[in-house]
């Protein structure tokens, strides 16, 4: 009977959700969150948003019915454009469809890998998003997980000798999950060289790129900066890669689960094949996507006014967040707080890690009721100039001076 199912532990981001919701300390301060907060703590609606919902609701007759099993036409189109730097008519060897989101492009991408390329293993950065092994546990179950260096905790830096001599090991038809900017949960991406050397060792290995792009515009404030790794993997004209395109931070539908999964072929025969097979995979398990999302983005991407808003959003959760990273490094600075801060600055995105161990993320939390991940991941997008010197008051008394 299902009573003997062994007990699953509770997911940890969520559990620490639902311990800071019932917290009653008015001081009490969530630095968790991988959702992007205004300067009062809130959820944020993006002024482009509102105009294009305002659109989309004038018309009370817009029906219901399913997207195509793709999903919105229009709005591949344009994210395609979005992601690859490019118009559409140098997109062809590009197939893509829309997903239930970045997890569910993710999702998609496990599951069509590791059925048509058969990868013997799946290589993952040393410290990274938790979910991406969790979704190739169940999607891509016979293929074997491991870890390749990246982050080195000590200087805070990227270890890329380390990176580059263990993926010797790794296989022609072999899986690499990386992640295109704003990096989660390090905050440190690899430059502009690295990308390089890593699309040459790809080719060379016959290595299988599957890039997230979660944060299209929240690391560096400028969308094609921060996909610049794909389109220069794309320029090259001769390597095949995957990326798993989230819209939930930079457009704010987090709950709206809206992405798209592109496949980047070696020429248009193979993104012909590619397509449909996508879709047969989607149909067994969504049949279609949600379309709100879909529906807003597209309004947004395809009207030069609210695309104009739409980078303006950007730039004002981008320097909020920028100017948060300031205030905590000059605190951290002026409290001469044990530690060496500089990488708070130079991060990129929502998160930094604070080197904080366990025991001293949980007497943040049981002391000054302040939440972080158990890996000591901040998320500098619950940082207000109310909290901030809460924030670093608590630092320095659990680190020291
Ligand atoms: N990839 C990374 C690296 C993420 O941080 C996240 C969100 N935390 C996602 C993908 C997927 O998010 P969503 O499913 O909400 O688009």
């Known amino acids: ?195 390089n050397t890593l699309a040459t060792i790809c080719k060379n290995t016959g290595l299988f790129p599957v890039f997230d792009l979660a944060y299209q515009g929240l690391a560096s404030g400028d969308v094609r900066q921060d996909a610049s790794a794909i389109s220069d993997f794309f320029d090259r004209g001769n390597l095949e890669f995957v990326v798993a395109q989230s819209y939930s931070k930079n457009f704010g539908l987090y709950g709206e689960r809206i992405g798209i999964l592109h496949i980047a072929a070696l020429d248009v025969t193979a993104a012909a094949k590619i397509t449909p097979a996508l879709t047969q995979l989607s149909r067994a398990e969504i049949t279609s996507c949600p379309s709100y999302g879909a529906r807003i983005i597209s309004q947004i991407l395809g009207d030069l006014k609210l695309y104009d808003q739409w980078l303006e959003d950007l730039a004002t959760m981008h320097n909020r967040m920028k100017t948060m990273r300031e205030s905590l490094y000059h605190g951290l600075l002026v409290r001469k707080v044990r530690g060496s801060w500089d990488h708070i600055l130079t991060d990129t995105g929502m998160f930094s890690m604070t080197g904080l161990s366990t025991t001293q993320v949980t007497a943040m939390k049981e002391k000054h009721h302040i939440y972080l991940l158990p890996s000591g991941r901040i998320s500098v997008t619950g940082l207000t100039t109310r909290n901030i010197d809460h924030v670093v008051t608590a630092l320095e008394d659990i680190l020291g001076t």
Not at 51 to 71: F, T, Y
Not at 84 to 94: C, T, Y
Not at 133 to 141: D, F, P, R, V
Request: hydrophobic content about 40%.
């Open 1 to 195: 009977s299902f009573s003997e199912l062994p007990t699953v532990k509770p997911d940890a981001a969520f559990t620490l959700l639902a311990a800071y919701k019932t917290d009653t300390s008015s001081n009490k301060v969530d630095l968790c969150p991988g959702f992007y907060r205004d300067e009062n703590g809130r959820p944020w609606i993006l002024s482009s948003v509102i105009q294009a919902k305002e659109r989309i609701h004038a018309d009370p007759k817009v029906n219901h019915e399913h997207l195509p099993l793709a999903g919105h036409t229009e709005l591949l189109r344009q994210s395609k454009e979005l992601v690859f730097g490019k118009e559409d008519r140098d997109l062809k060897r590009v197939a893509s469809i829309q997903t239930v989101s970045g997890t569910g492009a993710n999702h998609l991408a496990a599951l069509f890998l590791s059925t048509k390329l058969n990868p013997k293993t799946v290589w993952f950065p040393n410290l990274g998003w938790i979910n991406h092994t969790a979704i190739w546990k169940l999607a891509g179950s016979h293929v074997q997980q491991r870890f390749y260096p990246y982050f080195n905790g000590e200087n805070q830096i990227i270890d890329f000798d380390a990176m580059v001599e263990v993926l010797r090991e790794a296989q022609k038809g072999d899986v690499i999950v990386l992640h295109a900017c704003a990096h989660n949960p390090t905050g440190v991406d690899l430059s502009k060289e690295q990308w």
